[in-house]
Protein backbone atom coordinates (compact mmCIF):
# COMPACT_ATOMS: atom_id res chain seq x y z
CA UNK A 1 0.00 0.00 0.00
CA UNK A 2 1.33 3.57 -0.80
CA UNK A 3 1.83 6.13 2.06
CA UNK A 4 -1.45 6.23 4.38
CA UNK A 5 -2.73 9.82 4.63
CA UNK A 6 -5.46 8.50 7.20
CA UNK A 7 -4.33 5.99 10.25
CA UNK A 8 -6.60 5.42 12.72
CA UNK A 9 -6.55 2.94 15.41
CA UNK A 10 -9.59 1.69 17.81
CA UNK A 11 -10.67 5.66 17.00
CA UNK A 12 -14.09 5.87 19.13
CA UNK A 13 -16.31 8.60 19.76
CA UNK A 14 -19.09 8.89 22.10
CA UNK A 15 -21.99 11.18 22.23
CA UNK A 16 -24.59 12.00 25.46
CA UNK A 17 -28.11 11.01 24.94
CA UNK A 18 -31.30 10.61 26.95
CA UNK A 19 -30.45 7.79 29.06
CA UNK A 20 -26.81 7.37 28.58
CA UNK A 21 -24.34 7.44 26.25
CA UNK A 22 -24.20 6.66 22.20
CA UNK A 23 -21.02 5.19 20.56
CA UNK A 24 -21.51 6.66 16.72
CA UNK A 25 -17.94 5.17 16.00
CA UNK A 26 -16.53 2.48 17.77
CA UNK A 27 -13.25 1.04 18.10
CA UNK A 28 -12.69 2.04 14.30
CA UNK A 29 -9.39 1.15 12.25
CA UNK A 30 -9.07 2.46 8.56
CA UNK A 31 -6.22 3.20 6.84
CA UNK A 32 -6.31 5.27 3.40
CA UNK A 33 -3.24 5.14 0.93
CA UNK A 34 -2.62 8.19 -1.39
CA UNK A 35 -4.04 8.48 -4.81
CA UNK A 36 -6.86 5.79 -3.23
CA UNK A 37 -10.75 6.26 -3.43
CA UNK A 38 -12.20 4.74 -0.60
CA UNK A 39 -16.16 4.90 0.24
CA UNK A 40 -17.54 4.64 3.53
CA UNK A 41 -20.89 3.00 3.42
CA UNK A 42 -23.64 2.26 6.18
CA UNK A 43 -26.85 3.41 7.04
CA UNK A 44 -27.89 6.90 8.62
CA UNK A 45 -26.45 6.56 12.11
CA UNK A 46 -23.58 3.81 10.89
CA UNK A 47 -21.33 6.66 11.75
CA UNK A 48 -19.45 8.08 8.56
CA UNK A 49 -20.44 11.71 9.04
CA UNK A 50 -18.80 11.58 12.64
CA UNK A 51 -15.76 9.86 11.22
CA UNK A 52 -15.40 12.66 9.03
CA UNK A 53 -15.69 15.25 11.59
CA UNK A 54 -12.88 13.12 13.77
CA UNK A 55 -10.36 13.20 10.92
CA UNK A 56 -10.76 16.50 10.11
CA UNK A 57 -9.79 17.51 13.58
CA UNK A 58 -13.49 19.34 14.06
CA UNK A 59 -14.99 16.56 16.49
CA UNK A 60 -12.20 15.18 19.43
CA UNK A 61 -12.04 11.83 19.93
CA UNK A 62 -13.40 10.17 23.02
CA UNK A 63 -10.45 7.31 22.56
CA UNK A 64 -8.32 5.91 20.44
CA UNK A 65 -5.90 7.72 17.95
CA UNK A 66 -6.48 9.43 14.38
CA UNK A 67 -3.06 10.27 12.07
CA UNK A 68 -3.91 12.16 8.97
CA UNK A 69 -0.58 13.02 7.13
CA UNK A 70 1.01 11.77 10.01
CA UNK A 71 -0.50 14.49 11.78
CA UNK A 72 -3.09 14.14 15.07
CA UNK A 73 -6.45 16.50 13.85
CA UNK A 74 -7.21 17.56 17.38
CA UNK A 75 -4.18 19.01 18.07
CA UNK A 76 -3.03 19.85 14.52
CA UNK A 77 -6.31 20.78 13.25
CA UNK A 78 -5.92 24.00 11.23
CA UNK A 79 -2.74 22.30 9.48
CA UNK A 80 -4.62 19.07 8.72
CA UNK A 81 -7.73 21.20 7.44
CA UNK A 82 -5.36 23.53 5.11
CA UNK A 83 -4.44 20.25 3.34
CA UNK A 84 -8.32 18.30 3.33
CA UNK A 85 -11.38 19.72 1.69
CA UNK A 86 -14.97 18.76 2.87
CA UNK A 87 -18.32 18.82 1.32
CA UNK A 88 -20.82 18.11 3.84
CA UNK A 89 -23.96 15.88 3.64
CA UNK A 90 -25.80 19.16 3.28
CA UNK A 91 -24.41 21.55 1.12
CA UNK A 92 -23.86 24.16 3.62
CA UNK A 93 -23.91 27.15 1.39
CA UNK A 94 -25.20 30.72 2.15
CA UNK A 95 -28.55 31.49 0.33
CA UNK A 96 -27.78 35.06 0.69
CA UNK A 97 -24.51 35.45 -0.94
CA UNK A 98 -23.83 35.10 -4.91
CA UNK A 99 -21.72 31.95 -5.28
CA UNK A 100 -18.97 34.32 -6.41
CA UNK A 101 -19.28 36.03 -2.93
CA UNK A 102 -19.28 32.46 -1.13
CA UNK A 103 -16.22 31.05 -2.84
CA UNK A 104 -13.88 34.55 -2.47
CA UNK A 105 -14.97 33.92 1.21
CA UNK A 106 -13.76 30.79 1.71
CA UNK A 107 -10.87 31.18 -0.60
CA UNK A 108 -9.48 33.99 2.34
CA UNK A 109 -10.25 31.32 4.97
CA UNK A 110 -8.63 28.93 3.07
CA UNK A 111 -5.69 31.25 2.89
CA UNK A 112 -5.42 30.97 -1.03
CA UNK A 113 -3.35 33.46 -2.20
CA UNK A 114 -4.40 36.91 -2.39
CA UNK A 115 -3.11 37.21 -6.09
CA UNK A 116 -4.89 34.20 -7.25
CA UNK A 117 -8.40 34.27 -5.34
CA UNK A 118 -10.05 35.64 -8.13
CA UNK A 119 -8.26 33.64 -10.85
CA UNK A 120 -8.82 30.63 -8.47
CA UNK A 121 -12.70 31.13 -8.10
CA UNK A 122 -13.36 31.79 -11.77
CA UNK A 123 -11.85 28.93 -12.82
CA UNK A 124 -14.20 26.57 -10.07
CA UNK A 125 -17.16 28.64 -11.52
CA UNK A 126 -16.45 27.71 -14.92
CA UNK A 127 -15.38 24.02 -14.01
CA UNK A 128 -18.37 23.46 -12.10
CA UNK A 129 -20.30 24.94 -14.77
CA UNK A 130 -21.43 28.04 -12.23
CA UNK A 131 -19.79 30.57 -14.10
CA UNK A 132 -23.37 32.21 -15.38
CA UNK A 133 -25.04 31.84 -12.15
CA UNK A 134 -22.02 33.13 -10.60
CA UNK A 135 -23.22 37.07 -9.33
CA UNK A 136 -27.09 35.64 -8.30
CA UNK A 137 -27.88 34.29 -5.04
CA UNK A 138 -27.38 31.02 -3.89
CA UNK A 139 -30.88 31.01 -2.51
CA UNK A 140 -32.16 31.03 -6.42
CA UNK A 141 -29.73 27.34 -7.36
CA UNK A 142 -30.82 24.30 -7.87
CA UNK A 143 -29.60 21.63 -5.37
CA UNK A 144 -27.38 20.35 -8.44
CA UNK A 145 -26.50 23.83 -8.40
CA UNK A 146 -25.94 24.49 -4.65
CA UNK A 147 -24.06 20.69 -4.59
CA UNK A 148 -21.72 21.73 -7.37
CA UNK A 149 -20.77 25.07 -5.88
CA UNK A 150 -20.25 23.09 -2.23
CA UNK A 151 -17.70 20.43 -4.35
CA UNK A 152 -15.97 23.69 -6.40
CA UNK A 153 -15.57 25.37 -2.40
CA UNK A 154 -13.67 21.85 -1.35
CA UNK A 155 -11.32 22.54 -4.49
CA UNK A 156 -10.44 25.63 -3.40
CA UNK A 157 -7.03 25.33 -1.77
CA UNK A 158 -5.98 22.54 -3.99
CA UNK A 159 -6.33 20.19 -1.27
CA UNK A 160 -4.15 16.74 -1.15
CA UNK A 161 -7.28 14.74 0.51
CA UNK A 162 -11.22 15.02 -0.37
CA UNK A 163 -14.06 14.09 2.51
CA UNK A 164 -17.21 13.97 0.44
CA UNK A 165 -20.20 13.31 2.26
CA UNK A 166 -23.13 11.86 0.26
CA UNK A 167 -22.01 14.15 -2.62
CA UNK A 168 -25.09 13.00 -5.11
CA UNK A 169 -27.48 13.13 -2.31
CA UNK A 170 -30.84 14.52 -4.37
CA UNK A 171 -29.34 15.32 -7.19
CA UNK A 172 -30.46 14.39 -10.78
CA UNK A 173 -28.54 11.32 -12.72
CA UNK A 174 -27.07 14.02 -14.79
CA UNK A 175 -25.84 16.07 -12.08
CA UNK A 176 -24.61 12.53 -10.50
CA UNK A 177 -22.86 11.59 -13.15
CA UNK A 178 -20.89 15.14 -13.26
CA UNK A 179 -19.76 14.58 -9.27
CA UNK A 180 -18.90 10.45 -10.07
CA UNK A 181 -16.68 12.65 -13.30
CA UNK A 182 -14.96 14.75 -10.87
CA UNK A 183 -14.41 12.01 -8.05
CA UNK A 184 -12.36 10.38 -11.25
CA UNK A 185 -10.79 13.06 -12.14
CA UNK A 186 -9.65 13.71 -8.45
CA UNK A 187 -8.02 10.18 -8.27
CA UNK A 188 -5.99 10.76 -11.65
CA UNK A 189 -4.44 14.02 -10.01
CA UNK A 190 -3.44 12.12 -7.48
CA UNK A 191 -5.68 13.30 -4.68
CA UNK A 192 -7.12 10.62 -2.12
CA UNK A 193 -10.86 10.68 -1.32
CA UNK A 194 -13.37 9.37 1.67
CA UNK A 195 -16.55 8.94 -0.08
CA UNK A 196 -19.45 8.64 2.07
CA UNK A 197 -22.38 7.18 0.38
CA UNK A 198 -25.21 5.41 0.39
CA UNK A 199 -25.35 5.18 -3.13
CA UNK A 200 -23.93 1.19 -3.96
CA UNK A 201 -23.81 1.31 -7.33
CA UNK A 202 -21.96 4.64 -7.35
CA UNK A 203 -19.42 3.22 -4.33
CA UNK A 204 -18.85 0.40 -6.81
CA UNK A 205 -17.69 2.38 -9.94
CA UNK A 206 -15.64 4.69 -7.80
CA UNK A 207 -13.95 3.19 -5.20
CA UNK A 208 -10.71 1.56 -5.09
CA UNK A 209 -12.05 0.21 -2.09
CA UNK A 210 -15.20 0.17 0.30
CA UNK A 211 -15.16 -0.19 3.88
CA UNK A 212 -18.86 -0.78 5.49
CA UNK A 213 -20.00 0.94 8.58
CA UNK A 214 -22.70 -0.02 11.20
CA UNK A 215 -23.05 1.20 14.67
CA UNK A 216 -19.60 2.90 14.31
CA UNK A 217 -17.87 -0.26 13.38
CA UNK A 218 -16.35 -1.83 10.36
CA UNK A 219 -18.12 -4.99 9.48
CA UNK A 220 -16.46 -5.24 6.17
CA UNK A 221 -13.71 -3.92 4.27
CA UNK A 222 -12.08 -4.59 0.53
CA UNK A 223 -12.13 -4.03 -3.03
CA UNK A 224 -15.79 -3.62 -4.31
CA UNK A 225 -15.79 -6.50 -6.69
CA UNK A 226 -13.38 -8.75 -4.65
CA UNK A 227 -16.57 -8.36 -1.70
CA UNK A 228 -19.17 -8.73 -3.76
CA UNK A 229 -17.63 -12.29 -5.03
CA UNK A 230 -16.41 -13.29 -1.17
CA UNK A 231 -19.99 -12.08 0.04
CA UNK A 232 -22.62 -12.19 -2.69
CA UNK A 233 -21.55 -15.07 -4.31
CA UNK A 234 -24.09 -17.89 -5.80
CA UNK A 235 -26.63 -15.26 -4.24
CA UNK A 236 -28.83 -13.99 -7.15
CA UNK A 237 -30.53 -16.10 -9.53
CA UNK A 238 -32.79 -14.47 -12.18
CA UNK A 239 -35.42 -17.36 -13.81
CA UNK A 240 -37.79 -16.77 -16.94
CA UNK A 241 -40.49 -19.00 -16.94
CA UNK A 242 -43.65 -19.63 -18.33
CA UNK A 243 -46.23 -20.82 -15.65
CA UNK A 244 -49.50 -22.93 -16.08
CA UNK A 245 -53.02 -21.54 -14.57
CA UNK A 246 -52.67 -21.41 -11.00
CA UNK A 247 -49.35 -21.63 -10.48
CA UNK A 248 -47.58 -18.50 -8.82
CA UNK A 249 -43.56 -19.09 -9.39
CA UNK A 250 -42.18 -16.84 -6.88
CA UNK A 251 -44.53 -18.27 -4.58
CA UNK A 252 -43.31 -21.64 -5.26
CA UNK A 253 -39.30 -20.32 -4.67
CA UNK A 254 -40.38 -18.98 -1.48
CA UNK A 255 -41.77 -21.72 -0.06
CA UNK A 256 -38.55 -23.46 -1.30
CA UNK A 257 -36.04 -24.01 1.62
CA UNK A 258 -32.57 -22.23 1.07
CA UNK A 259 -34.91 -19.25 -1.08
CA UNK A 260 -35.05 -15.57 0.12
CA UNK A 261 -36.16 -12.30 -1.10
CA UNK A 262 -37.63 -13.49 -3.93
CA UNK A 263 -39.72 -11.12 -6.27
CA UNK A 264 -41.49 -11.29 -10.03
CA UNK A 265 -39.77 -8.34 -11.82
CA UNK A 266 -42.10 -6.09 -12.95
CA UNK A 267 -43.11 -5.76 -16.57
CA UNK A 268 -43.03 -9.69 -16.64
CA UNK A 269 -42.29 -10.49 -20.46
CA UNK A 270 -38.80 -10.87 -21.91
CA UNK A 271 -37.85 -11.47 -25.20
CA UNK A 272 -40.95 -12.20 -26.81
CA UNK A 273 -41.65 -15.70 -25.08
CA UNK A 274 -44.79 -14.15 -22.87
CA UNK A 275 -42.72 -15.67 -20.01
CA UNK A 276 -42.24 -13.93 -16.53
CA UNK A 277 -38.94 -13.11 -14.65
CA UNK A 278 -38.49 -14.22 -11.27
CA UNK A 279 -35.53 -12.79 -9.43
CA UNK A 280 -34.59 -13.98 -5.54
CA UNK A 281 -31.30 -15.40 -3.67
CA UNK A 282 -30.40 -18.67 -3.26
CA UNK A 283 -28.03 -20.20 -1.05
CA UNK A 284 -25.89 -22.25 -2.93
CA UNK A 285 -26.28 -24.17 -6.62
CA UNK A 286 -28.63 -27.57 -4.57
CA UNK A 287 -30.91 -24.86 -3.45
CA UNK A 288 -31.39 -23.74 -7.61
CA UNK A 289 -31.03 -27.02 -8.16
CA UNK A 290 -33.96 -28.31 -6.84
CA UNK A 291 -35.91 -25.34 -7.67
CA UNK A 292 -35.59 -25.96 -11.18
CA UNK A 293 -37.17 -29.45 -9.96
CA UNK A 294 -39.83 -28.52 -8.29
CA UNK A 295 -40.88 -26.06 -10.92
CA UNK A 296 -40.58 -28.52 -13.60
CA UNK A 297 -42.67 -30.46 -11.61
CA UNK A 298 -45.30 -28.01 -11.34
CA UNK A 299 -44.98 -27.95 -15.12
CA UNK A 300 -43.41 -24.58 -15.61
CA UNK A 301 -41.87 -24.18 -18.87
CA UNK A 302 -38.17 -22.88 -17.61
CA UNK A 303 -36.18 -20.70 -20.48
CA UNK A 304 -33.40 -19.53 -18.59
CA UNK A 305 -32.10 -19.79 -14.96
CA UNK A 306 -29.26 -16.99 -15.14
CA UNK A 307 -26.91 -16.58 -11.72
CA UNK A 308 -26.00 -12.88 -11.73
CA UNK A 309 -23.17 -11.03 -10.73
CA UNK A 310 -23.21 -10.17 -7.29
CA UNK A 311 -22.94 -6.33 -6.66
CA UNK A 312 -22.35 -4.48 -3.79
CA UNK A 313 -25.49 -4.58 -3.25
CA UNK A 314 -25.88 -7.65 -2.84
CA UNK A 315 -22.70 -7.26 -0.17
CA UNK A 316 -24.89 -4.68 1.63
CA UNK A 317 -28.08 -6.21 1.78
CA UNK A 318 -26.11 -10.12 3.15
CA UNK A 319 -24.31 -7.80 5.77
CA UNK A 320 -27.33 -6.01 6.94
CA UNK A 321 -28.59 -7.61 10.02
CA UNK A 322 -24.88 -8.95 11.25
CA UNK A 323 -24.39 -6.86 14.12
CA UNK A 324 -21.22 -6.46 15.69
CA UNK A 325 -20.80 -7.34 19.00
CA UNK A 326 -22.23 -4.93 22.05
CA UNK A 327 -19.71 -3.40 24.63
CA UNK A 328 -18.35 -6.19 26.18
CA UNK A 329 -19.04 -8.31 23.97
CA UNK A 330 -16.18 -10.19 21.64
CA UNK A 331 -13.58 -7.46 19.78
CA UNK A 332 -14.79 -5.34 17.05
CA UNK A 333 -14.11 -6.49 13.46
CA UNK A 334 -11.23 -4.63 12.00
CA UNK A 335 -10.56 -2.92 8.42
CA UNK A 336 -9.76 -5.79 6.41
CA UNK A 337 -12.11 -8.34 8.30
CA UNK A 338 -15.46 -8.54 8.28
CA UNK B 1 -4.27 35.11 14.60
CA UNK B 2 -4.86 35.02 11.00
CA UNK B 3 -6.29 38.16 10.34
CA UNK B 4 -7.82 37.56 6.67
CA UNK B 5 -9.41 34.70 7.49
CA UNK B 6 -10.87 36.79 10.69
CA UNK B 7 -12.04 39.63 8.27
CA UNK B 8 -12.94 37.12 5.92
CA UNK B 9 -16.26 35.73 8.32
CA UNK B 10 -17.01 39.26 9.18
CA UNK B 11 -17.26 40.75 5.74
CA UNK B 12 -19.17 37.22 4.80
CA UNK B 13 -21.23 37.83 8.21
CA UNK B 14 -22.12 41.69 7.06
CA UNK B 15 -22.74 40.48 4.02
CA UNK B 16 -25.28 38.16 5.05
CA UNK B 17 -27.07 40.35 7.65
CA UNK B 18 -27.38 43.24 4.98
CA UNK B 19 -29.83 40.55 3.34
CA UNK B 20 -31.96 39.55 5.83
CA UNK B 21 -35.14 41.75 6.87
CA UNK B 22 -35.55 40.46 10.08
CA UNK B 23 -32.15 41.84 11.24
CA UNK B 24 -32.04 44.59 9.38
CA UNK B 25 -35.28 46.18 10.23
CA UNK B 26 -34.19 46.17 14.00
CA UNK B 27 -31.15 47.70 13.42
CA UNK B 28 -33.25 50.56 11.18
CA UNK B 29 -35.89 51.26 12.78
CA UNK B 30 -34.81 51.73 16.24
CA UNK B 31 -31.87 53.91 16.15
CA UNK B 32 -33.82 56.01 13.84
CA UNK B 33 -37.15 56.31 16.56
CA UNK B 34 -34.43 56.52 19.47
CA UNK B 35 -31.68 59.08 17.88
CA UNK B 36 -33.76 60.78 15.41
CA UNK B 37 -37.29 60.99 16.09
CA UNK B 38 -37.20 61.27 19.77
CA UNK B 39 -34.71 64.14 19.74
CA UNK B 40 -37.26 66.34 17.30
CA UNK B 41 -40.21 65.91 19.27
CA UNK B 42 -38.36 66.81 22.25
CA UNK B 43 -37.48 69.90 21.09
CA UNK B 44 -41.09 70.91 20.26
CA UNK B 45 -41.64 70.26 24.19
CA UNK B 46 -41.30 73.68 25.49
CA UNK B 47 -44.23 74.58 23.34
CA UNK B 48 -46.55 72.71 24.91
CA UNK B 49 -44.85 73.52 28.19
CA UNK B 50 -48.16 75.12 29.26
CA UNK B 51 -50.46 71.64 29.12
CA UNK B 52 -51.44 69.62 31.22
CA UNK B 53 -49.05 66.81 31.91
CA UNK B 54 -46.00 69.40 31.43
CA UNK B 55 -45.62 69.83 34.94
CA UNK B 56 -45.28 66.18 35.26
CA UNK B 57 -41.68 66.92 34.29
CA UNK B 58 -41.16 70.03 36.43
CA UNK B 59 -42.43 67.43 39.18
CA UNK B 60 -40.03 65.03 38.03
CA UNK B 61 -37.00 67.55 38.47
CA UNK B 62 -38.48 68.67 41.91
CA UNK B 63 -37.60 65.16 42.96
CA UNK B 64 -34.68 65.09 41.72
CA UNK B 65 -31.76 65.47 44.24
CA UNK B 66 -30.85 68.64 45.16
CA UNK B 67 -27.36 68.73 43.46
CA UNK B 68 -28.99 67.64 39.98
CA UNK B 69 -31.56 70.79 40.22
CA UNK B 70 -28.71 72.90 40.08
CA UNK B 71 -27.28 71.84 37.00
CA UNK B 72 -30.48 73.81 35.50
CA UNK B 73 -30.74 76.91 37.77
CA UNK B 74 -29.13 79.06 35.06
CA UNK B 75 -32.05 77.94 32.07
CA UNK B 76 -35.54 79.29 31.64
CA UNK B 77 -38.31 76.32 31.68
CA UNK B 78 -38.07 75.70 28.17
CA UNK B 79 -34.43 75.08 28.44
CA UNK B 80 -34.85 73.12 30.95
CA UNK B 81 -37.33 70.80 29.60
CA UNK B 82 -34.98 70.37 26.67
CA UNK B 83 -32.30 69.85 28.34
CA UNK B 84 -33.86 67.27 31.10
CA UNK B 85 -35.08 64.96 28.45
CA UNK B 86 -32.21 65.39 25.65
CA UNK B 87 -29.30 65.58 27.74
CA UNK B 88 -30.49 63.48 30.92
CA UNK B 89 -33.92 61.04 30.23
CA UNK B 90 -33.18 60.22 26.76
CA UNK B 91 -29.53 58.75 27.99
CA UNK B 92 -30.21 55.39 29.07
CA UNK B 93 -32.29 55.21 25.94
CA UNK B 94 -29.48 55.11 23.77
CA UNK B 95 -27.67 52.86 25.07
CA UNK B 96 -30.07 50.75 23.59
CA UNK B 97 -29.50 51.11 19.87
CA UNK B 98 -25.48 49.31 20.99
CA UNK B 99 -27.19 46.65 22.60
CA UNK B 100 -29.49 45.64 20.35
CA UNK B 101 -27.40 45.84 16.99
CA UNK B 102 -24.97 43.77 18.31
CA UNK B 103 -27.41 41.15 20.05
CA UNK B 104 -29.00 41.17 16.45
CA UNK B 105 -26.41 40.49 14.34
CA UNK B 106 -24.49 38.30 16.66
CA UNK B 107 -27.56 35.89 17.39
CA UNK B 108 -27.93 36.06 13.37
CA UNK B 109 -23.83 35.33 13.32
CA UNK B 110 -23.88 32.27 15.39
CA UNK B 111 -27.13 30.90 15.72
CA UNK B 112 -28.53 31.58 12.56
CA UNK B 113 -25.71 30.07 10.81
CA UNK B 114 -26.45 27.20 12.79
CA UNK B 115 -30.02 27.42 11.79
CA UNK B 116 -29.12 28.00 8.29
CA UNK B 117 -27.02 24.85 8.48
CA UNK B 118 -23.92 27.33 7.21
CA UNK B 119 -21.63 26.69 9.90
CA UNK B 120 -20.50 23.24 9.23
CA UNK B 121 -18.26 24.57 6.09
CA UNK B 122 -16.87 27.19 8.29
CA UNK B 123 -16.26 24.46 11.15
CA UNK B 124 -14.08 22.84 8.23
CA UNK B 125 -11.52 25.83 7.63
CA UNK B 126 -8.42 25.77 8.81
CA UNK B 127 -8.86 28.16 11.38
CA UNK B 128 -8.61 28.19 15.46
CA UNK B 129 -11.91 28.50 17.27
CA UNK B 130 -10.30 31.64 18.53
CA UNK B 131 -10.32 32.95 15.09
CA UNK B 132 -13.83 31.96 14.24
CA UNK B 133 -14.58 33.57 17.49
CA UNK B 134 -12.71 36.58 16.97
CA UNK B 135 -14.81 37.34 13.51
CA UNK B 136 -17.83 36.39 14.80
CA UNK B 137 -18.20 38.47 17.97
CA UNK B 138 -16.31 41.71 15.58
CA UNK B 139 -19.08 41.02 13.08
CA UNK B 140 -21.33 41.77 15.91
CA UNK B 141 -19.45 45.14 17.45
CA UNK B 142 -18.33 46.59 14.28
CA UNK B 143 -22.05 47.39 13.32
CA UNK B 144 -22.60 48.16 16.79
CA UNK B 145 -20.18 50.92 17.03
CA UNK B 146 -21.09 51.83 13.48
CA UNK B 147 -24.39 52.73 14.23
CA UNK B 148 -23.96 54.27 17.74
CA UNK B 149 -21.63 56.67 16.67
CA UNK B 150 -23.34 57.42 13.98
CA UNK B 151 -26.48 57.64 15.42
CA UNK B 152 -24.74 60.00 18.11
CA UNK B 153 -23.37 62.42 15.64
CA UNK B 154 -26.87 62.56 13.86
CA UNK B 155 -28.28 63.09 17.44
CA UNK B 156 -26.13 65.63 18.37
CA UNK B 157 -26.59 67.16 15.20
CA UNK B 158 -30.82 67.09 15.11
CA UNK B 159 -30.71 67.83 19.23
CA UNK B 160 -28.52 70.99 18.47
CA UNK B 161 -30.67 72.16 15.56
CA UNK B 162 -34.27 71.55 16.44
CA UNK B 163 -33.75 72.95 20.16
CA UNK B 164 -31.94 75.97 18.76
CA UNK B 165 -34.90 78.42 18.97
CA UNK B 166 -35.45 77.20 22.84
CA UNK B 167 -31.09 76.87 23.52
CA UNK B 168 -29.79 79.85 21.60
CA UNK B 169 -26.72 78.15 20.98
CA UNK B 170 -24.58 73.91 20.88
CA UNK B 171 -25.40 72.58 23.95
CA UNK B 172 -24.81 68.78 23.24
CA UNK B 173 -23.01 67.03 23.39
CA UNK B 174 -21.84 67.42 26.89
CA UNK B 175 -19.18 65.57 28.66
CA UNK B 176 -21.18 63.12 29.89
CA UNK B 177 -22.21 62.03 26.46
CA UNK B 178 -18.68 61.43 25.12
CA UNK B 179 -18.17 59.50 27.91
CA UNK B 180 -21.72 57.69 27.28
CA UNK B 181 -20.30 57.07 23.28
CA UNK B 182 -17.07 56.47 24.00
CA UNK B 183 -16.70 54.47 26.68
CA UNK B 184 -20.16 53.11 28.22
CA UNK B 185 -21.69 52.15 24.36
CA UNK B 186 -18.72 49.76 23.45
CA UNK B 187 -19.27 48.35 26.91
CA UNK B 188 -22.78 47.65 26.64
CA UNK B 189 -22.00 46.30 22.78
CA UNK B 190 -20.21 43.90 24.41
CA UNK B 191 -22.05 42.75 26.92
CA UNK B 192 -24.82 41.91 24.46
CA UNK B 193 -22.51 40.18 21.82
CA UNK B 194 -21.07 37.74 25.54
CA UNK B 195 -24.87 37.11 26.21
CA UNK B 196 -25.90 36.06 22.62
CA UNK B 197 -22.38 33.83 22.31
CA UNK B 198 -23.83 32.34 25.93
CA UNK B 199 -27.20 31.82 24.36
CA UNK B 200 -25.97 30.96 21.22
CA UNK B 201 -24.21 27.76 21.84
CA UNK B 202 -27.28 26.34 24.00
CA UNK B 203 -29.65 27.23 21.27
CA UNK B 204 -30.04 26.29 17.61
CA UNK B 205 -32.62 29.44 15.41
CA UNK B 206 -31.74 33.18 15.67
CA UNK B 207 -35.12 33.64 17.40
CA UNK B 208 -34.54 31.83 20.24
CA UNK B 209 -31.14 33.25 20.86
CA UNK B 210 -32.50 36.66 20.14
CA UNK B 211 -35.44 36.27 22.55
CA UNK B 212 -33.26 34.43 25.20
CA UNK B 213 -30.30 36.91 24.81
CA UNK B 214 -32.93 39.99 24.67
CA UNK B 215 -32.96 40.28 28.68
CA UNK B 216 -30.15 42.37 28.88
CA UNK B 217 -31.66 44.82 27.98
CA UNK B 218 -32.93 44.96 31.64
CA UNK B 219 -30.30 46.68 33.05
CA UNK B 220 -30.93 49.20 30.69
CA UNK B 221 -34.57 49.36 31.88
CA UNK B 222 -33.29 49.84 35.59
CA UNK B 223 -31.29 52.80 34.33
CA UNK B 224 -34.10 54.22 32.46
CA UNK B 225 -36.36 53.85 35.78
CA UNK B 226 -33.76 54.96 37.98
CA UNK B 227 -33.38 58.20 36.08
CA UNK B 228 -36.78 58.71 35.79
CA UNK B 229 -37.31 58.63 39.41
CA UNK B 230 -34.02 60.32 40.51
CA UNK B 231 -33.06 57.12 42.43
CA UNK B 232 -29.98 57.23 39.66
CA UNK B 233 -29.37 60.66 38.01
CA UNK B 234 -26.55 59.92 35.21
CA UNK B 235 -23.46 62.64 35.87
CA UNK B 236 -20.36 62.17 34.48
CA UNK B 237 -18.97 60.23 37.43
CA UNK B 238 -21.79 57.93 37.58
CA UNK B 239 -20.90 57.37 33.84
CA UNK B 240 -17.44 56.51 34.15
CA UNK B 241 -18.74 54.17 36.84
CA UNK B 242 -21.49 52.63 34.93
CA UNK B 243 -18.69 51.91 32.26
CA UNK B 244 -16.83 50.43 34.10
CA UNK B 245 -19.60 47.94 35.02
CA UNK B 246 -20.45 46.80 31.80
CA UNK B 247 -16.63 45.98 30.80
CA UNK B 248 -16.90 43.86 33.80
CA UNK B 249 -20.07 41.76 33.27
CA UNK B 250 -18.86 41.99 29.15
CA UNK B 251 -15.88 40.26 30.09
CA UNK B 252 -17.12 37.67 32.87
CA UNK B 253 -19.58 36.90 29.43
CA UNK B 254 -17.10 36.31 27.07
CA UNK B 255 -14.51 34.85 29.30
CA UNK B 256 -17.55 32.41 29.45
CA UNK B 257 -19.11 32.54 26.23
CA UNK B 258 -15.41 31.96 24.71
CA UNK B 259 -15.26 28.47 27.00
CA UNK B 260 -17.88 26.86 25.81
CA UNK B 261 -16.96 27.90 21.91
CA UNK B 262 -15.15 25.31 20.33
CA UNK B 263 -15.62 23.29 17.22
CA UNK B 264 -16.21 19.58 19.03
CA UNK B 265 -18.97 21.79 21.63
CA UNK B 266 -20.88 22.92 18.97
CA UNK B 267 -20.74 19.48 16.90
CA UNK B 268 -21.39 17.41 19.86
CA UNK B 269 -24.49 19.84 20.85
CA UNK B 270 -26.36 19.82 16.91
Known amino acids: ?338 | MNLRAVRAIVRKDLTVVLQSKAVLLPIIIVPLVLLLVLPIVASFAPQFVNLPGAGDLRGMLEQMPEAFQQRFAHLTEAQTIVTLLLVYLFAPMYLIVPLMVASVIAADAFAGEKERRTLEALLFTPTTDRELLLGKLLSGFVPAMAVAWGGFLIYAVVANAAAWPTMGRIFFPTAMWWVLALWVAPAVAAVGLGATVLVSARVNTFQEAYQIGGVVVLPIVVLLLGQATGVLVFSLGLVVVLGAVFWAVAAALLFFGARGFSRSEILSRS
Not at chain 1, 116 to 140: I, M, N
Not at chain 1, 161 to 170: I, R
Not at chain 1, 247 to 267: H, I, Q
Not at chain 1, 298 to 309: F, I, M, N, S, T
Open chain 1, 1 to 338: MATPVIVTRALTREFAAAGGKVRAVDALDLTVARGEVVGLLGHNGAGKTTTVRLLAGVLTPTSGSARVFGLDPTADGVAVRSRVGVSTETPAVDDRLSGRAGLTAYADLHGVPVARVRARVDELLASFDLAEAADRKVGSYSRGMRQRLALARALLHDPELLFLDEPTAGLDPVAARAVADRVRALRGEGRSVVLCTHDLAQAQALCDRVVVLEHGRVVASGAPAALAAELGAGMRVRVVASAPEGVDVAARLTELDGWSAVVTEPGGADGGLAAGVVTGIARDAEAVAEAVAVLVGAAVRLYAVERELPDLEDVYFALHGRRPAVAGGPAPAQEGQR
